[in-house]
């Protein structure tokens, strides 16, 4: 089994009288990884996909919450988000049942947390589970063979289901994408069109590593630009894409407001737009190990608990560099090459306003000094 970094995060925190919450995309693997976490104990388990679950924890009381636990001291509440109130009712168990142990899955952000942050204040810990990561595969059969199957990994991701079944990538991705994937999304409110939504998705796969437009968007999808916005958010929120603002410190002619999308997973983005092609054939190579370096480096930042803002620069002169980390230490600036580079120069522009920075280029050769 692959064991996933943030289970010695999560265990840690077992029985500290907080509500454990853990965040990700549907078929990442968290309710796995809860059960593996819990394997040696008795547990409750209550499935917000399942209607009567959603009925008895709606709208509930301490008394009633109690007899359902029996002699339980742990209750596992899967895919939380379906569940109206489920704030309040996790708000009983903190508050009025201390001795119980509560840990909680969601597969959208923007609907579980709107329903406990308020309730939850000060009684919960957040956790987000991403697809397998880089460092996660290395630790289970070691960096040379993990590197070997890096042109695999920038195909078909990292999807846990998509890791150990080969042979049947292509189909279960592609299941992925138009079933799991927008399960969530689709039945909200916000999303009344989702043929634009299926638009914007392909939309933003084929502008990978590109800087993107919403006004330009809106005009391929034939939309508008608040539309476009708003399922963006959306979209960010379901843990499909997320966005990567502009840097700048107001140096002269840094473009203030630009934004990149990326994809969560190279397999997902590689499904919306039906293409499985091997690198040789393809001219979206450099885009692609963009997309991936991106997201494993995010990946690794919040599982060791980094706290680092990510951006990518550019000027109007269309000087750029790929990615730009900010800590407390000063800032970091990546430039991710497929084929390395002999030498490579930064932008003068950046070398001479931000001479504290520290310069990388990255590629395919010395991506685990970063990754792991």
Not at 199 to 220: H, T, W
Request: glycine share 4%; hydrophobic share 40%.
């Amino acid at each position: 089994m692959i064991e996933r970094q943030i289970r010695k995060h999560v265990e840690s925190r077992l029985f500290k009288g907080k509500v454990l919450l853990i965040f990700g995309p549907r078929q990442v693997g968290k309710s796995t990884l809860v059960a593996d976490l819990l394997k040696e104990n008795k547990y409750l388990y209550l499935n917000g996909d399942e209607a009567d679950v959603r009925d008895l924890l709606a709208n509930t009381t301490s008394t009633r919450l109690k007899t359902l636990l029996g002699r339980n001291h742990i209750v596992f509440v899967d895919e939380a988000q379906r569940i109206p109130n489920i704030g309040l009712t996790l708000k009983l168990f903190t508050d009025q049942i201390k001795e119980v142990q509560v840990i909680v899955t969601g597969s959208s952000a923007f609907e579980l947390s709107s329903k406990v942050n308020e309730p939850l204040t000060g009684r919960k810990f957040e956790y987000l589970l991403y697809p397998i990561s880089f460092e996660e595969m290395v630790n289970h059969h070691g960096i040379l063979e993990e590197k070997r199957l890096l042109e695999h990994r920038l195909i078909y991701g990292y999807y846990p289901e998509i890791v150990t079944s080969k042979g049947a990538e292509k189909e279960l991705l592609k299941l992925l994408a138009n079933s799991y994937l927008y399960k969530d999304l689709l039945t909200l409110e916000q999303i009344n069109k989702p043929l634009i939504l299926s638009k914007l998705l392909k939309a933003l796969a084929l502008q990978i590593g590109s800087e993107v437009s919403y006004q330009e968007i809106a005009r391929l999808v034939d939309s508008d630009y608040k539309t476009v916005d708003k399922y963006i958010d959306l979209l960010e929120k379901a843990f499909v894409v997320f966005r990567l603002p502009a840097f700048n410190r107001n140096v002269r002619n840094e473009i203030k407001k630009g934004k990149k999308i990326y994809f969560y997973d190279c397999g997902i983005r590689n499904a919306v737009i039906n293409n499985f092609k091997p690198l040789s054939s393809r001219t979206d190579v450099g885009a692609l190990w963009e997309n991936h370096f991106i997201v494993e480096r995010l990946k690794y930042l919040q599982y060791h608990q980094i706290d680092a803002d990510m951006y990518f620069w550019r000027t109007t002169q269309q000087q750029e560099i790929d990615l730009i980390e900010e800590t407390q230490d000063g800032l970091q600036a990546f430039e991710l090459k497929w084929k390395r580079k002999k030498t490579i120069r930064f932008p003068t522009t950046f070398v001479k306003n931000y001479t504290e920075a520290k310069f990388d280029q990255v590629s395919p050769e010395n991506m685990e000094d970063f990754l792991c």
